[in-house]
């Protein structure tokens, strides 16, 4: 059974990695005013080419920046797009630790105040740089055009400029559209849309609480996918499109749980999309069941190697996911990878470089090993 030629990898990696200190240090210059945009991205552009040697040294085939140009996952992206306007956040987010203690932070609020455009290419420039320092395929992560919605729902969309929130979605798609036109135009093969809102809606606290809202759970996950189509129509027939679902991911904690079984028809058969990244290091994330959903052509890559501690599975206890995994889909129809970034903030989780290299690296040794 050969590597795939096309994305997802047998081995492949979620996107964010961890900073190095000189990197965290120049952020924090830069912030201060002791050092210009120019020089900050200096700086990155030196750092990004020691993170594209890590990635390429362990034998990774898709390549990303690390997300080294980014504060936090979304936002630097989302703010962007005209129309968003981020403010400092109003409530604490909970995120939780296995050992049961949790890591508070205060999200910044996004709200939509004018009509939404995209008023200029947002990651281009970046993933221009990227393709020109690897010869592995570059591939862009952003954020999916459903977080614009989900954490503020109808409320943090102004009824004045969208009466109708399917006006709201469709000037959204365009503008997500016309940016992948142009990533597509400069040569980008490989993208990923980032997307917390379907496995959170596996968690019953959340539906419950989507509800509440004054959102049916049952819906929202038909909306967004209809919203990411609209948001890719038109893409070249050799782009690969994937989506990665996250359960939350900050200082090595996490916010929701549950079982894919809630999204998972939905999600396999109406995203026209080429591969799913689903988190399934623990109990947290639910049996593979759901995967028998998954249609011919499709690639689910488990994510079967946390981020969220240092400790390195072994080849073994990889195996046996993968195995368990395949009594619902085809072995040709998965692949492997961490089950999110090293990093999805300037934080980073409470790992070393060297930990997240070895665990790439066995990544890789495992995929060699099944796939061949």
């Known amino acids: 059974m050969l590597e795939k030629s096309k994305p997802p990898f047998r081995a492949d990696q979620v996107g964010s ?20 945009a120019d020089e900050l991205r200096g700086i990155e552009d030196e750092c990004i080419v020691e993170v ?14 690390g997300e080294y140009r ?10 962007q797009i005209n129309g968003v306007k981020v403010t400092e956040g109003s409530f604490a987010a909970h995120f939780r630790k296995d050992d049961g203690s949790e890591v508070g932070m205060i999200p910044p609020t ?6 939404l455009a995209h008023g200029h290419n947002i990651q281009l420039r970046d993933f221009e740089y990227l393709k020109s320092v690897t010869g592995q395929t570059a591939k862009v992560c952003i954020p999916s055009p459903s977080m614009l919605h ?52 596996c968690d019953g606290k959340i539906r419950a609480a989507t509800r509440a809202m004054g959102e049916d759970p049952d819906i929202l996950p038909r909306t967004y996918c209809r919203l990411i189509n609209e948001s890719i129509a038109g893409r070249p027939d050799d782009m690969a499109v994937t989506v990665h679902m996250c359960r939350g991911n900050f200082r090595s904690a996490w916010v929701a749980q549950g079982g894919y079984e809630p999204v998972a028809d939905i999600l396999f058969n109406e995203l026209d999309v080429d591969g799913f990244f689903m988190e399934y290091d623990d109990d947290r994330s639910g049996d593979f069941a759901p995967l028998r959903f998954l249609p011919e052509g499709k690639t689910v890559v488990l994510g079967v190697m ?10 073994d206890e990889l195996k046996r996911r993968i195995d368990a995994a395949a009594k619902y889909a085809p072995i040709e129809q998965l692949a492997i990878s961490p089950q999110c970034g090293f990093s999805s903030t300037v934080h980073g989780n409470d790992l070393t470089i060297d930990d997240e290299k070895a665990k790439l690296a066995r990544l890789v040794e495992v995929a060699e090993d099944v796939w061949g």
């Open 17 to 36: 990695l961890l900073r190095s200190e000189r990197l965290v240090a120049a952020r924090t210059d830069a912030a201060s005013g002791r050092i210009d």
């Open 52 to 65: 594209v040697k890590l990635q390429e040294e362990v034998g990774l085939r898709g390549v990303t920046d």
């Open 70 to 79: 980014r504060f936090m996952w979304h936002l630097d992206f989302l703010e």
């Open 110 to 115: 996004m709200t939509v105040e004018s009509k």
């Open 150 to 201: 989900f954490r503020g729902g109808r409320k943090a969309i102004s009824e004045t400029i969208y009466p109708e929130l399917d006006v709201f979605y469709a000037d959204l798609a365009a503008a997500y559209n016309a940016e992948v036109r142009a990533l597509a135009d400069a040569g980008l093969r490989y993208l990923q849309f980032d997307d917390t809102n379907f496995a959170y809606l």
């Open 306 to 315: 946390t981020t969220k501690r240092p400790d390195l599975e072994s080849v």
